[in-house]
């Protein structure tokens, strides 16, 4: 089965702290991972793929098929980084169903 | 470059009602895909559609039906509500054998009382 699962529903460290948003998958075979992140107002935007390999808005993802885990990362938070974020998971060619956690809020304290 | 618009953005239904949502996709997309967010929760997949066919299916039940027009835009159909439909639906497009990344729309919050 297909399954995506974000531990922490909440989430709040200070501004400069760091920040790591845990994600835990289940897929048999090799699933394409990607962070979404949800601003207040604002619709629901991609904000990074494992594939791709980059860092964006300071956040980096690396996945880990040994703990079928794909935690994003940044080292010192900002305030503009409270959000909802969403892991998900598809297969890497063809229909590209996305299976999504249930998300973490996060919050960046002044 | 336009992205991905939805209507309505709120609806209100009553239960046995049908309803029907609409998206319009970003320009140059090829694929939709309708998603299903109850409070609290991640999306929900729920179909998607290619070329006018339904390409891919979450675990939805028939009353939930879907169609996709020659210029890509497309209409999520829900028959006979019940209670638990209420939720934000969202609409993603995407092109399907490019980049694969689906763009979503702001969603419509349907409440059925």
């Known amino acids: 089965a297909q399954r995506v699962t974000q531990p922490e529903k909440l989430l709040s460290v200070f501004k400069g702290a760091p920040v790591e948003l845990k994600c835990n998958y289940s897929?048999?075979?090799?699933?394409?991972l990607f962070w979404y992140v949800q601003y207040s107002r604002q619709r629901l935007q991609l904000l990074l793929r494992h594939i791709s390999r980059e860092s964006i808005k300071g956040f980096t993802a690396d996945l880990n098929k040994g703990e079928t885990s794909f935690h994003l990362k940044k080292p010192f938070a900002q305030e503009e980084d409270s959000a909802m974020y969403y892991c998900?998971?598809?297969?890497?060619?063809?229909?590209?169903?996305?299976?999504f956690g249930q998300g973490t809020r996060l919050t960046i304290n002044p | 470059e336009t992205g991905v618009t939805q209507s309505p953005t709120h609806l209100i239904k009553t239960r046995g009602q049908q309803v029907t949502l609409r998206c319009s996709s970003q320009s140059g997309h090829n694929t939709v895909s309708w998603y299903q967010q109850a409070l609290g929760q991640g999306p929900q997949f729920i179909f998607q559609y290619y070329r006018e066919e339904e390409n891919g299916r979450g675990n939805f039940p028939p009353r939930f039906s879907g169609l996709q027009f020659p210029n890509y835009s497309s209409e999520l159909n829900v028959n006979a509500l019940e209670l638990d439909d209420s939720a934000l639906y969202l609409c993603?497009?995407?092109?399907?054998?490019?980049?694969?990344?689906?763009?979503f729309g702001a969603g419509t919050r349907l409440s059925v009382l």
């Open positions: 897929y048999s075979g090799s699933p394409e």
């Open positions: 993603a497009s995407s092109s399907l054998g490019g980049q694969n990344i689906q763009y």
């Open positions: 998900a998971l598809s297969r890497i060619q063809g229909a590209q169903k996305l299976v």
